[in-house]
C-alpha cells in the first residue's frame, strides 16, 4: 500500500509538472481572461413584453341616458423580465374608435415578473342610444400606450374587441323613438333683402329611427357660426317607429343682424331635429348631424 501511494503522488506530481490537471481545476471555477484583440460578446439584458390577454365585458345596470360597463382587461408579461409600474391612465388604456363614439379611459398598472399577468379594469359611461345603434363597437385596449416601457416587442401591445350590447341588458330603454336627420338640402333662393320672400328655403327630412312612435316636434335650420341666433323651423308630425316626414324651412333676411348677414359669410346652415325637446327619445345627442350643413353666400344684400 505504501509504495502504490507513493507511486500516485509521483503521478499527480509530474501531471501538474506537466500542465494536465491544474487548468482544468482553474476552467471550472473560474471564467476564461480576455484574449487580446478579440471582441468580447455580452450576454443580451432581459427585456419585459407585455401584451393584451383575454378582454371581458363586465355590464351594469342600463339608464335612459348611459350605459355603464367595465372592461375586465388581462396583460400578459411574456419577456425575460419584470416590467416596472406605469403610473396613472399611462398602464393600459381603452378607447371606443367608432367613429361617433370617442369615449376613452385609462389606468395604472402594476408590476408583472417574466412570465406573469396582472388583471385591471377600465370603467366607461358611453350613451344608451350611441351603443344600441351604432353596434357594435370597435374598442381598442392598449398596453403602455406612451411607450413609456423598452420592450422586446413593441407591436403586440394592442387589441380591438367588438363590443355589442347584449339585449337582456336595456330591454326598457330599447322601447323609446329616436329622431334624427334622414336628408337636409338647399331648395331655393331668394333675394337678399327685407320682406316676406326668404333669403333661402331648405328641405329637412327627419326620420324615427326607434322602436316605438314619436309625437308631433320641430325641426330647426339655424345658422351655425357667429354665435348669432339666426334660425326657423317647421312642425314634423307624429311619425311611427321607422317613419320619415319633410318639412320646408325659410331662413328669412333680419334687419337686427344686417352686418352678420353681409360680411361674415358664407353662412353655414345645419338641421336640429326635435329642437323643441317634445319626443322622449333614447339618444338626444344625435338629433343635429355636424356633418349634414349647408354654405351659403348672400349677394346683393342692402
Not at 250 to 260: E, F, L, M, Q, R
Amino acid at each position: 500500500m505504501e509504495k502504490h501511494g507513493r507511486k500516485g503522488m509521483v503521478w499527480l506530481v509530474v501531471c501538474l509538472a506537466l500542465g494536465l490537471v491544474l487548468p482544468n481545476i482553474v476552467d471550472a471555477q473560474t471564467p476564461p481572461a480576455p484574449v487580446p484583440g478579440i471582441p468580447q460578446v455580452k450576454k443580451p439584458l432581459g427585456k419585459p413584453d407585455l401584451r393584451i390577454g383575454a378582454v371581458k365585458t363586465r355590464w351594469k345596470k342600463c339608464g335612459p341616458a348611459y350605459i355603464p360597463f367595465d372592461l375586465v382587461v388581462e396583460v400578459e408579461n411574456i419577456g425575460t423580465a419584470p416590467s416596472p409600474h406605469i403610473p396613472g391612465d399611462k398602464g393600459v388604456r381603452g378607447q371606443d374608435t367608432h367613429p361617433d363614439g370617442g369615449w376613452l379611459n385609462g389606468t395604472a398598472l402594476p408590476p408583472i415578473p417574466a412570465g406573469g399577468h396582472r388583471k385591471v379594469t377600465l370603467s366607461f359611461s358611453p350613451h344608451t342610444g350611441h351603443m344600441l345603434e351604432r353596434a357594435p363597437h370597435p374598442w381598442q385596449v392598449r398596453v403602455d400606450p406612451d411607450g413609456l416601457v423598452n420592450e422586446l416587442n413593441e407591436g403586440n401591445n394592442e387589441k380591438v374587441v367588438n363590443i355589442t350590447v347584449p339585449s337582456k341588458v336595456c330591454p326598457k330603454v330599447r322601447a323609446r323613438p329616436d329622431l334624427i336627420i334622414n336628408s337636409f338640402k338647399l331648395k331655393d333662393t331668394g333675394p337678399c333683402a327685407p320682406g316676406t320672400t326668404p333669403m333661402w328655403t331648405f328641405e329637412v327630412a327627419v326620420k324615427n329611427r326607434g322602436t316605438v312612435p314619436a309625437g308631433p316636434s320641430v325641426v330647426k335650420v339655424k345658422d351655425t357660426h357667429g354665435g348669432i341666433d339666426w334660425a326657423n323651423g317647421a312642425a314634423i308630425p307624429a311619425l311611427p317607429a321607422g317613419g320619415i316626414a319633410t318639412a320646408v324651412v325659410p331662413i328669412y333676411y333680419v334687419a337686427g343682424i344686417a352686418h352678420h348677414i353681409k360680411f361674415e359669410g358664407p353662412h353655414y346652415f345645419g338641421p336640429v331635429a326635435d329642437a323643441n325637446h317634445a319626443v322622449d327619445e333614447y339618444d338626444e345627442l344625435n338629433n343635429s348631424p355636424g356633418t349634414a350643413v349647408v354654405g351659403v353666400t348672400p349677394t346683393g344684400c342692402p
